[in-house]
Structure formats: C-alpha cells, structure tokens
C-alpha cells in the first residue's frame, strides 16, 4: 500500500520538448497564410494611402523635388479654387446618376436574362462585350460615334428626322456630361447585371411556388420576394459600382478631357489636371486624400442606411 501510494504521489513527468517544439511551430503555422495576403494588402493598400497623404503635406516643386513639410497650405490652396465646388457637385450627380441607373436596368436585365426564350445564352455573351472590352476604346468609339461630322448618332437621329442639322454632342457641358454618363452606365451595366442574376438564380422556387399558392402575382412577388432576397447582391453590386464610377477616368477623358476648361472633369480627372497640367502635385495629392475620404464616406452611409432598413424590417 505504501509503495502503491508513493507511486500515486509522485509528479508528472515534463513534458518533452520536442512535443512543446512542435506545439510552438503549430501556433506559428497561421502566419504562412496569412502572410502573404497581409505584405500584399500592406505593398498595394496601405502604403500608397500613407504616401498619398504623406505628399498632401509635402511641398513638392514643378520639377517633382521635396521642399519639406507644407502642413496644410497644399488642402488651403485646393479648398480656394473657384473650379472646386463645380467639380464636387459634378463627381456627386456622375455618381448618383450612374449608379442609380445602371442598378435600376440591370434589375431587368437579370430579370430577363434568368427566364427562358430562344438566344437566351447569345444575349447573355452578348452583354459581356462591353465588359470584357476597353473601358478607354469603348469611350473612344462613343466619341466617334458622337462626332458632328462623321458620327452614326447624327446620322441616324437624321435619317429618322428628329435632328434637321448634325449636333457637337460633346462641345456643349450639359450634352456632353450626360452622354458620358450613357458611356459609363453602358460600361457599367454587364458586371451589375450578373451580380444580381447570380442573386437572382440563388432563390429558391419553392419560395415562389408557396407564393403563387397564396394568390400573389408576379408584380406582388417581385416586391415581395425577389427584391427583398436581392439585397446582398444589391448591396455588393451598389459598392463596387460606387468605387468604380467614383475613380473613372477613361470615359472622361478620352472623350472630353473634362472640358470645356473643368466643365466636365470630376475629382479624379480635376486631380490630374492639377499634377500634369500645372504641376501642382502637393495641391493634386490633397484633391486624391479628399476623394478618398469621399468614397469612404459615401460607402458607410450606404451601408449604414442598408444596415438601418434591415434592422427595422
């Protein structure tokens, strides 16, 4: 009994340090996927936004050469231009405008693309073109296209007699700004439209079945169910397009320049007319940092607003 006692009462064993070895390399094992995620989310995210904001308050010279620490004189010189508000209420409409509409026909375009009929899978490869093609030689053609001379628009709009004279679309703001925004939801309604047909297809029909049951009709369903399981693929889709339409460029561009003179520019086209065209690259910076805080802003309203309907759903 006494030796059975004193081999009941003696301490554990250590544990082995190969064991604690292997159980510390375990731990570490994470860090090889998530490593290199995190150095390519620190090389292409964070450290262009802290070298974009770190130039905002640099003085830099036409020649592109470091004159030191400028506070905040480049955001003074930015918020006195007279072109400023022009430009912000522009990139607001642009955004709003764009977003809106092409949400609004995608919504009947995935509609209709996820029903049967003849050529169903062609107009589905169809709508990819203009995805899959240059957003810079889609705005070209588009410019082409609306050229007072040579351009088919006019040529049309004239065979159907609704024009007695050919128009200079984009030598007047106004028709110019929004032929731009035809471009840019023309660009952006592919990606939108099969963001919500995959949202779309994800619905079970049953849920329409037990609807048809109840007496509901088609109008009643889609309101009431369609619209209401869309919502992710509403959400994701209104984010992306509100990135996307915020920091184009090519459209504006290739096809105006943003003029005349700022008439057409939004912040991301005004941004670089001030670095290239006047070499106020300190002045440019600060403009990228507001339209950054800009598209942060506008994303968490929405998903605040989105987050605040669910709520009281």
Known sequence: MSAAGGRQGA?????????????????LEPLLWLGPATALILAMVVWPVVEMIRTSLTRISSTGLSRGFAG??????????????????????WVVGVVVVTILLALGLAQLLNTRFPGQRLVRWALIVPWAASVLMTALIWRWMLNDFYGVVNEVLMDLGVLDAPVNWLAHPGQ?????????VFVS????????????????AEVYEAARVDGAGPVRAYLGITLPLLRPSLLVAAIINVINVFNSFPIIWAMTRGGPGFDTDTTTTYLYKLAFDYQAV?????????????????????????????DTA
Not at 81 to 86: F, N, Q, S, T, V
Not at 176 to 184: P, Y
């Open 282 to 310: 300190g002045e440019s910076a600060a403009m990228a940092v507001v339209n950054f805080v800009l598209i942060l802003a506008v994303v968490l309203v929405y998903l605040r607003v989105v987050r605040r309907r669910e």
């Open 176 to 184: 110019a700004f929004a032929a731009m925004m035809g471009v840019a």
């Open 72 to 93: 905040g004189r480049n955001y003074a010189d930015l918020f006195a231009e007279d072109d400023l508000p022009g430009v912000l209420l522009r990139t607001l409409i």
């Open 11 to 27: 301490p554990a064993a250590p544990e082995p340090a190969p064991r604690r070895h292997r159980r510390g390399l375990r731990a």
């Open 189 to 204: 309604l592919p990606f939108t439209s099969f963001v919500l047909l995959a949202g779309v297809q994800s619905i079970p």
